[in-house]
Structures are given as structure tokens and as C-alpha cells.
């Protein structure tokens, strides 16, 4: 009697499991910003513009694992950079929105490193449409203004996402350091730490700080790495702030992420190299 009544409470539970599988928070958590963003502040250049973006990115995910490996791929991450797309960038025309998702999914696939992909997507991408086509699109900045108590609440379910997914670390690492330099940009140019300090209570960096820097596929294996390489994108994007270069988070991350993840292949290749020559 007692086996009859476990199964379903068994089979109830499995699938809530699945229901709260790991893979489906970002995606919730990315679209809860979107929804309370656009509901509030009016953040999306259009629905079309974001719903392409994403539909673009889940084809060429799709298309590109189908050809490549012969898999059906789990559609999760690129749903997270279609909509990151869609929030992120700015412009009047349709394509770019299309293109950005296309060169973003596809960078996972051609830019690889020892079967690994060394750029976030979304990071990817939206640096590539700055640099190639500057003056047809620009990304988010202040568009959705600093009002405290929605940043409050992303926050709040942001850091209990990220910490589910062992993320927590990078972020708390970088905001850290983000404010620790705040200070020293303050104390450089004598512009009030307020100022330096707010462009972190933005959507842009609600984005950047939760799923760009934390991304599982481009993050190094170590913590302490993690931590590190954290520390050095800030670091990196002070040094931009500091020359006056637009987007310098982006740009920081598009450089210190795939460059520590070199450095840890490089290293992993010694290793194997160092216990290959003693057997």
C-alpha cells in the first residue's frame, strides 16, 4: 500500500524538479526584467525588433547544432541571448536586431578553443555590431532610468537566481570591485562617487552583472579565477571610463574573458605536457 501512495508523490516530484531545472532560471529571471522593464520604463525599441532578435537566435541555434554536431540543442541560452539582444540594442532599422542574434549564436559555434567557446554570445555580438556598424546602432545605456525600487527587486531575485546556479561569487565580486574603482575614478577626475557609482543600478548592467560575466560556457573552472577574472574586467573598464570609451564594459569582458580562458587551456596544456614527459 505504501509503494502505491509513494509513486505519485514520486512522480509529482520529478517533475517538479524538472519544472525548476536550473537551466530554466536565467531564462525566467531575463524575462521577468524584460516584462517589468518594458511595463515600467517603456525599455524596448519594439516587441517585432525583441521577438526577432530571439526567433533569429533559436533558428541559427537550432540550424547550426542540427548540421554541426546532429543534436537538438537545449534552447535556454539562446533564448537568454535573443532577449538580451532585444533589451540591449538600440536602432531604428529591423536587421540589425536579426543580424546581431545570428553573429552572436554563431560565434559559439566557429570561435572555438579546444571544443570550447570563448566569447559570451550576446557579449559577442552586440561588440561586433559596435564596431561594424557603429553608426546604425548604439545599446542600452540610460534609457531606463535609475528608479531604485524595480532595481531593488531584479537585485533581489537576481542574486537568489545566480546563487542557485553557483554564480553568486562573480557577481558580488564584480560589484564590488566596480564600486571600489568607482571611488578611484571619483578621486581622479573629482566627479561625485554618486555619479561613478550609478551606471550600476541600470538595466544595462542588471544584464551585464547577471548572466554576460557569470555565463557557465566562458567562465574559467576556479573560483578564485572566477573572482579574479572579475577584479580585472572592472579594472579593464575603469581604464576605458578613464580614456572616455563608450560601451567599456562590453569591451572589457570581450577582452579579459576569452584571454583567461587561453591563459587556463594554455596552462592545462602545460600540465598535460608536465605528466605526459613523467610516465
Not at 95 to 111: D, E, F, H, Q, R
Not at 167 to 173: E, K, P
Not at 180 to 208: H, V
Not at 247 to 261: E, H, N
Request: aromatic share 12%; with cysteine; charged share 15%.
Amino acid at each position: 500500500m505504501s509503494q502505491q501512495v509513494a509513486a505519485p508523490a514520486s512522480g509529482k516530484l520529478h517533475r517538479w524538479r524538472s519544472v525548476l531545472d536550473s537551466r530554466y532560471l536565467a531564462p525566467a529571471l531575463i524575462t521577468g526584467i524584460l516584462i517589468g522593464g518594458h511595463l515600467s520604463f517603456g525599455i524596448l525599441e519594439s516587441y517585432e525588433k525583441t521577438a526577432l532578435a530571439i526567433v533569429i537566435s533559436i533558428f541559427v541555434e537550432i540550424t547550426l547544432s542540427r548540421i554541426i554536431y546532429g543534436v537538438w540543442p537545449h534552447l535556454a541560452s539562446a533564448y537568454i541571448t535573443g532577449i538580451s539582444v532585444g533589451i540591449l540594442l538600440r536602432s531604428p532599422a529591423m536587421w540589425p536586431y536579426g543580424l546581431c542574434s545570428a553573429i552572436s549564436i554563431t560565434s559559439k559555434y566557429v570561435l572555438r578553443v579546444r571544443g570550447r567557446h570563448i566569447w559570451n554570445p550576446s557579449n559577442f555580438g552586440i561588440c561586433a555590431m559596435l564596431f561594424l556598424a557603429g553608426d546604425k546602432v548604439a545599446s542600452l545605456s540610460i534609457q531606463w532610468g535609475n528608479n531604485l525600487w524595480p532595481m531593488i527587486v531584479i537585485w533581489l531575485l537576481g542574486s537568489i537566481i545566480i546563487w542557485r546556479l553557483k554564480r553568486f561569487h562573480i557577481t558580488a565580486t564584480y560589484v564590488a570591485a566596480f564600486c571600489l574603482f568607482a571611488l578611484l575614478r571619483s578621486f581622479i577626475t573629482g566627479s561625485p562617487l554618486q555619479a561613478e557609482i550609478a551606471p550600476i543600478t541600470g538595466p544595462m548592467y542588471q544584464l551585464f552583472i547577471f548572466f554576460m560575466i557569470t555565463d557557465p560556457k566562458t567562465t574559467v573552472r576556479s573560483k578564485v579565477g572566477r573572482c579574479i577574472v572579475a577584479v580585472m574586467v572592472a579594472l579593464l573598464e575603469t581604464v576605458l571610463r578613464l580614456n572616455e570609451v563608450v560601451y567599456a564594459p562590453y569591451y572589457a569582458l570581450f577582452i579579459v574573458g576569452p584571454t583567461a580562458l587561453l591563459i587556463e587551456d594554455w596552462l592545462d596544456w602545460r600540465r598535460q605536457a608536465r605528466l605526459a614527459q613523467t610516465k
